[in-house]
């Protein structure tokens, strides 16, 4: 099983609750993606599956632990979207594989004392799917727990939410951030996973899903052009350039996430016309690179522009003390 980082009061509050026999049917665990969520679920069903809710660990050698990690334990089943024959994932899950957990409810639990029902994500089932796991939800077979992960409670149908409890999931901190790092990279190389820790947002999946990307380099590239404005373009013509060979795709889709981020991120702390001019650029840069992939624009031109949208913070630095002075 993967180890779980930054997570332990979520844990303990459902865990204790099955220790008590209150524990309820269904649950959502919400919150951004890749900060450990679907771990969660996994790491509380072998808990419950094997029995050992009060000691909230597992053995290795547990029979449980075996049946698990070999996917054939007979009392858990876990929806997510299938592999086609190309190789991609299909678009959602289907209700076809919702309706298929009803061999799961039909007989009692074989091996633990109940069922266990994880759905990674439920934001992927399509409308159908959605339904036909409502009604479980409304009558839920006996010793079956649901656990849905999800990215975007609101994106759920309401009866849905309605029927589970939410245990809403935080970023994790830095410590543990850096720990789940060098868990899962344990060869990566300091400066590397201090850079990962800087642009994660305390997602560890998010974090690993960037690395090799080199985006702490284009968020120094970013902090110089908003420190300076960039007058020669340098910068900017720099990036433009790294950013739209065919190779640097993945780096540019990336660049197209953090530099509206950046912007963010520096309006915080600004007042005044300052706070107003951030908002401004924001919003500029976001629509711009919200739109780059699907209106196929010229990637070195998208990134100048992004770039000009960060430049635009330099030449209102100093605006909050103006507007005093005034």
Same mark, same amino acid.
């Given at each position: 099983?993967?180890?779980?980082? &930054?997570?332990?009061?979520?844990?303990?509050?459902?865990?204790?609750?099955?220790?008590?026999?209150?524990? /309820? /049917?269904?649950?959502?665990?919400?919150?951004?993606? %890749?900060?450990?969520?679907?771990?969660?679920? +996994?790491?509380?069903?072998?808990?419950?599956?094997? %029995?050992?809710?009060?000691?909230?660990? *597992?053995?290795?050698?547990?029979?449980?632990? /075996?049946?698990?990690?070999? &996917?054939?334990?007979?009392?858990?089943?876990?929806?997510?979207?299938?592999?086609?024959?190309? %190789?991609?994932?299909?678009?959602?899950?289907?209700?076809?594989?919702? +309706?298929?957990?009803?061999?799961?409810?039909?007989?009692?639990?074989? *091996?633990?004392?109940?069922?266990?029902?994880?759905?990674?994500?439920?934001?992927?089932?399509? +409308?159908?799917?959605?339904?036909?796991?409502?009604?479980?939800?409304?009558?839920?077979?006996?010793?079956?727990?649901?656990?849905?992960?999800?990215?975007?409670?609101?994106?759920?149908?309401?009866?849905?939410?309605?029927?589970?409890?939410?245990?809403?999931?935080?970023?994790?901190?830095?410590?543990?951030?850096?720990?789940?790092? +060098?868990?899962?990279?344990?060869?990566?190389?300091?400066?590397?996973?201090?850079?990962?820790?800087?642009?994660?947002?305390?997602?560890?999946?998010?974090?690993?899903?960037?690395?090799?990307? &080199?985006?702490?380099?284009?968020?120094?590239?970013?902090?110089?052009?908003?420190?300076?404005?960039?007058?020669?373009?340098?910068?900017?013509?720099?990036?433009?350039?790294?950013?739209?060979?065919?190779?640097?795709?993945?780096?540019?889709?990336?660049?197209?996430?953090?530099?509206?981020?950046?912007?963010?991120?520096?309006?915080?702390?600004?007042? &005044?016309?300052?706070?107003?001019?951030?908002?401004?650029?924001?919003?500029?840069?976001?629509?711009?690179?919200? %739109?780059?992939?699907?209106?196929?624009?010229?990637?070195?031109?998208? *990134?100048?522009?992004?770039?000009? /949208?960060?430049?635009?913070?330099?030449?209102?630095?100093?605006?909050?003390?103006?507007?005093?002075?005034?």
């Amino acid at each position: 099983m993967t180890s779980i980082f &930054g997570h332990d009061t979520a844990r303990a509050e459902i865990l204790n609750a099955a220790v008590a026999g209150r524990l /309820h /049917h269904g649950w959502i665990f919400a919150g951004p993606q %890749g900060i450990g969520k679907a771990s969660l679920a +996994r790491d509380i069903t072998l808990c419950l599956l094997a %029995g050992r809710e009060a000691i909230g660990s *597992v053995p290795t050698d547990h029979q449980a632990a /075996h049946l698990f990690a070999a &996917g054939t334990h007979p009392d858990y089943a876990e929806l997510a979207r299938l592999e086609k024959d190309s %190789g991609d994932l299909a678009r959602n899950i289907s209700v076809d594989q919702v +309706r298929g957990l009803s061999r799961l409810f039909s007989t009692a639990p074989s *091996v633990s004392q109940r069922r266990v029902i994880v759905i990674d994500a439920a934001d992927d089932m399509e +409308r159908g799917a959605a339904n036909a796991l409502l009604k479980n939800l409304e009558e839920p077979p006996r010793d079956v727990l649901f656990l849905l992960i999800s990215h975007a409670p609101s994106r759920l149908l309401p009866t849905i939410r309605s029927r589970c409890r939410v245990m809403r999931l935080s970023p994790l901190s830095d410590d543990a951030m850096e720990a789940a790092l +060098r868990a899962a990279v344990p060869e990566m190389a300091e400066r590397e996973r201090a850079e990962l820790l800087r642009v994660g947002g305390g997602s560890p999946g998010r974090a690993l899903a960037l690395s090799g990307l &080199g985006v702490a380099d284009m968020l120094d590239a970013l902090a110089r052009i908003a420190e300076t404005g960039d007058p020669s373009n340098g910068e900017r013509l720099a990036l433009a350039k790294a950013l739209s060979l065919k190779a640097a795709r993945p780096r540019y889709e990336t660049f197209l996430e953090q530099a509206p981020a950046f912007i963010a991120g520096q309006a915080k702390g600004r007042s &005044g016309k300052a706070l107003a001019d951030a908002i401004a650029a924001w919003e500029a840069a976001r629509d711009l690179a919200g %739109g780059a992939i699907p209106l196929s624009l010229d990637p070195s031109a998208t *990134v100048f522009e992004l770039c000009s /949208h960060v430049a635009t913070l330099a030449q209102t630095r100093n605006a909050p003390l103006m507007d005093r002075a005034g």
